[in-house]
Structure formats: C-alpha cells, structure tokens
C-alpha cells in the first residue's frame, strides 16, 4: 500500500463509526471517499481532530511503526490541503489556529500559517498573531525571529500538546546559547506529552544536553528510559548516534564506576548496536588520548564480539592503537599490531592499521647518537615523567631526552590526527 493510502485509511478508521471500521479494507479505493465524508466528532472542531490524528500516527512511529512512518508523509499532504481549503471564519476559533500551528510544527508545509497571516486582524486576531509568525519563523530558519516572538510564550497558557511542541522549538532555540535552559524546557516537554513522538524526541536531546553539561546521572537515567521505551523507534538511529557522541567525550579511565554503570545501561541495547557503539567510542578514545578509557572500551567491545571476526579485529586494533603510547605496553601493542590480518578491516581502519605500525616503528627507533627506549616513547607521559625528573640526571642523557621527546610528539600527533579524520561515523 503506498503512503498516501496508508495516510487515508488510518484517517478512515480514527474517524469511522465502528461499523465502518469493521468493513474497512486496506487496498479499498473506497477508503478514501471515507475520509472525506467523515464529520468531526461533536465538540471536537474538524482542524483539531485531523491534527489528533496526525499525532496518533506520529506516536506509532515512535514505537517503531515503519507503516506509520511511511503514511505520515501522505497524510501530511492531506492534511496540508484541507487546512489550505477552509473557510476563513474557521480561523477565528484559535483552537483551529493552534491545530495549524501544530500541523506545521509536526511536519506540514508553512503555507497554511502565512495564509493566517495574510487574513489580517480581525480574521486573525491580534492575540494570536505572534504566536503564528514566531511558528513560521522557525520553521523557515529565521532563528533570531523566532526566538523574539516565541521565548515570551506562556506554555502553560497553551493546550498541553501544542504547549509541548513549543517548548521543544524553544529548547532547539537555545542549545547553543543557553544549554541549562534547553535542558529545563526538554524536561517540560516530556512531562506534558509522555508516551509520544513528543517525549521520544526531547529523550533524543536530552542525552546530548545532559552530556554538554556533564550531568552524568541524568545521562544514565535518560538513556535508561529510552532504551526501555523507545529503542525500537524509528528514530532510534539518531539516538545512537547521540550516545556514541557522548560516549566519545569521556574519559572512562578517571571513573571505572561510571564504565561500569553505563555497561549496564547498555545492556537493554541490542547486541549489534550495542558493539558498535562500543567500537566507536574505543577508537575516539584513542583520538582524546583516553589511553585507559580505549583499552576499557575495546575490552568490552572484544568481549561482546565473538564469532564476529572482523568487529573483533577493530577492537583488537583500537586497543593496540591505544597501548603504544604506554612504555609498559608498547612491546605487547606492537605484537597485537603485527598478527592483524588488515584484509578483515574496513579501508579506513586499514589505514589505520598501517599507520600504526609505521608510527611504532618510528617511536622505538633511535635518535642519531643515542638509544631511546619504550619510556621515551610515550609523548605527554613521557613528557610528564621528563618533568618531574630529578635535576642530578647526568649531563650525557640530556641531549637525548628532547630529542627522543619531539620526535615521539610529532609522531603521536600524526596518528592522532589520522584516527580522529576516521572517527566520525558507526559502523
């Protein structure tokens, strides 16, 4: 069945008496004339029950319709032209101009709100003007506009879900300006639409604010609840890719117990997601120079890839990758390094592979006119231990030291460089 008679029939059977529901068929050419003669229901205006509808179906997508997903964009063009189509006295009901307010908010075409604008007051009364164009500016990029006609919006004022959808327009309005804020309005949004598309997409944000922030608790706890409730979302890609964005920024090294609690998070994850996100973390790990937190990383990564030849392979690298910086753990990283098979790997992780062990080598190979061991190898913990040596070392080892110094932080920044232009994607 193609979207737009997805769209129509799932409009039928909302609005349909049970009796009709009964006899509705999927492929019937019928289902549309349904929908057309459907009255709304008594109280109900016909701009708010159609756009109740818009947001049932937006709600299966949250719980992982793909059905839903692919009829919404039929029922949107539905939609779009019957708000086109009214009358203009329809519009001076402001529930009606809330239902397009919240039509063009969920994905409809903004012509309907420049047709509102037009009308001029009293067709549209003044009250509801600034509500009208802060919407249409949003959603046309204007962002400075935006921000002044809608940040003054009383949410509260405004029926819940509509209330939602503004305060989510809000919170995008001012992650960059203001995270904590952002962050307040999200918790709004998912206290004033729960169990909907609404909820979903604010949990989806809020996983990256609670990260900017460093609120690791409520970075757990978000994740918790998504994974339990949305995580067959069809927006559950994006999510993940959210989490892996977080994951990358911390440094598990300086708290196992924030490892171990996200490992248990994790958990409610499916296996191949949940290895990927593992992997992705472990190689931008090696990028921040999360010596420890890489090797935690790819730990897990190696333990959860059984069977799975060529993710074990990744893990094995990103955790020999990580290891050559460290004096105790070249000589066994290097090791690690030769005995992978580089035509198990993706190319850029090949690439990886390669330039690893060529930097390795580098690292280890004398300076003219001395030898340089592991501990001279290391880069910034080299460094640190060069500082806090004692000032009685002899006067023959400290022409050596800058030398091996220089030459093994030119080389880690290559490799630094070459991970991080690979770690921008999951596999």
Not at 105 to 122: A, H, T, V
Not at 164 to 173: F, K, R
Not at 222 to 244: E, H, I, K, M, P
Request: aromatic share 4%; net charge neutral; charged share 25%.
């Amino acid at each position: 069945m193609n979207g737009r008679r997805q769209a129509a029939l799932m409009f039928a059977l909302l609005s349909a008496s049970g009796a009709a529901i009964a006899e509705a068929k999927p492929d019937s050419e019928a289902s549309l004339p349904i929908v057309e003669e459907q009255a709304p229901k008594e109280g109900v205006s016909k701009p708010v029950q159609m756009v109740r509808t818009l947001q049932m179906m937006q709600d299966q997508i949250a719980l992982g319709s793909t059905d839903a997903h692919t009829g919404q964009r039929g029922l949107l063009t539905i939609l779009d032209s019957r708000f086109m189509a009214m009358a203009p006295e329809v519009w001076m009901d402001r529930k009606n101009v809330h239902a397009a307010i919240a039509l063009t908010l969920s994905g409809g075409k903004p012509q309907i709100l420049r047709k509102l604008l037009e009308m001029g007051d009293p067709a549209l009364p003044l009250e509801h003007r600034t509500l009208v164009e802060g919407a249409l500016a949003y959603v046309e990029g204007r962002e400075e506009e935006a921000k002044s006609k809608l940040m003054a919006v009383d949410l509260r004022s405004l029926p819940p879900m509509l209330g939602a959808q503004i305060a989510l327009v809000q919170s995008a309005l001012l992650v960059r300006s203001d995270v904590k804020k952002s962050g307040d309005l999200l918790d709004f949004v998912r206290l004033q639409a729960p169990g909907t598309l609404l909820e979903e997409g604010a949990l989806r944000r809020q996983v990256f604010v609670a990260s900017q922030t460093g609120e690791m608790k409520k970075f757990l706890a978000l994740t918790s609840d998504y994974l339990r409730r949305y995580r067959r979302s069809v927006y559950a890609g994006n999510f993940r890719q959210r989490l892996a964005a977080a994951l990358t920024r911390i440094d598990f090294g300086k708290d196992p117990a924030l490892f171990a609690d996200v490992v248990k998070v994790l958990e409610d994850l499916e296996l191949e997601p949940r290895l990927d996100l593992y992997l992705l973390a472990a190689r931008s790990s090696v990028d921040q120079g999360f010596t420890e937190s890489a090797r935690m990383l790819a730990d897990k990564a190696q333990e959860l890839s059984e069977g799975d030849v060529v993710r074990s392979t990744r893990a094995k690298l990103y955790r020999a990758a990580a290891m050559i910086v460290l004096p105790e753990s070249i000589g066994s990283a290097v090791a690690d390094l030769k005995s992978i098979d580089g035509s198990l790997l993706p190319e850029r992780d090949a690439t990886i592979l390669a330039t690893a062990l060529s930097i390795a080598g580098q690292i280890r190979q004398p300076p003219a006119g001395g030898t340089v061991g592991p501990q001279n190898a290391a880069g910034p913990i080299a460094a640190q231990a060069d500082a806090a040596a004692p000032k009685s070392a002899t006067t023959e080892q400290a022409p050596e030291q800058p030398a091996a110094l220089s030459k093994a932080r030119h080389i880690l920044s290559r490799i630094d460089k070459l991970i991080k232009n690979q770690a921008s994607t999951v596999q």
